[in-house]
């Protein structure tokens, strides 16, 4: 199964967490905390397909960690 990117299917070994709704990406983390890498990996995710919102949990901090991002069409 390939990954659709700008009207192309590649070829990727990539397989999101969970897809929710057929509308919302998630990716799992069990690290000690969230960094900005991790949410650029997701970002990235979301650029290459064709969801335009994820939830980023993180299951390894003290307590519960959550971000939800959003990527869509720039305007200006």
Do not use: H, W
Request: glycine share 8%.
């Amino acid at each position: 199964m390939g990954f659709p990117y700008r009207g192309k299917l590649l070829n990727t070994s990539y397989r999101a967490d969970f897809i929710c709704f057929e509308s919302m990406l998630v990716e799992l983390k069990a690290i000690q905390t969230l960094t900005s890498t991790d949410e650029a990996q997701v970002l990235n995710y979301l650029k290459a397909s064709d969801y335009g919102k994820a939830l980023l949990v993180n299951f390894g901090a003290r307590s519960l960690e959550y971000k939800r991002l959003v990527f869509g069409p720039r305007k200006g």
